[in-house]
């Protein structure tokens, strides 16, 4: 599933840590094999997880070459959000804090319906993965949040 996306490299976290897999068996992970980004999407998700320490360590150091690597989280604990939201947060980590305005939306809408040209000339469009469309009643909210929480879901449920 998650490939299909265009993942290259895949971490069953439920199996090993992003720290384990990036260390390959070794004791230290060489710079070359950090991250120039880690969107975590699932620190203070609901299950008390806070990947955002090991995943600042992951994020590779600044050459003359290369910037620092940046974190980007779209949860975080309280002192996380009061930082951002006061002093500011060090310049390579970010919260989204999205703003949504008619311009963006009309974008991805035509992202949708027409697509885009790519690296191979081909026509791509956004995908969304759907998992399970439920009705709208009270067991089904629950079964929802609870598909949620499980951590399993691939995609997205509708109820």
């Excluded at 006061?86 to 963006?104: A, C, F, R």
């Excluded at 697509?115 to 629950?142: A, F, R, S, Y």
Aim: proline residues 3%; aromatic residues 8%; negative net charge.
């Amino acid at each position: 599933f998650i490939t299909g996306l265009g993942a290259t490299h895949v971490v069953d976290y439920a199996k090993e840590t992003i720290t384990s897999f990036c260390l390959e068996g070794g004791k230290e992970i060489k710079n070359d094999s950090k991250f120039d980004v880690i969107y975590d999407a699932a620190s203070y998700s609901g299950a008390g997880e806070d990947y955002r320490d090991s995943a600042v360590e992951l994020l590779k150091l600044p050459t003359e070459a290369t910037q620092h690597g940046q974190y980007v989280g779209i949860n975080g604990s309280p002192g996380f959000w009061m930082r951002g939201l006061t002093i500011g947060l060090p310049k390579n980590q970010h919260l989204v804090i999205g703003k949504p305005n008619t311009e963006d939306l009309d974008h991805l809408t035509k992202l949708f319906d027409d697509g885009w040209e790519g690296k191979d000339g081909n026509n791509e469009k956004l995908k969304v993965e759907i998992q399970e469309i439920l009705p709208l009643t009270e067991e089904n909210m629950t079964k929802g949040f609870d598909l949620v929480k499980s951590r399993r879901v691939r995609g997205k449920n509708c109820v």
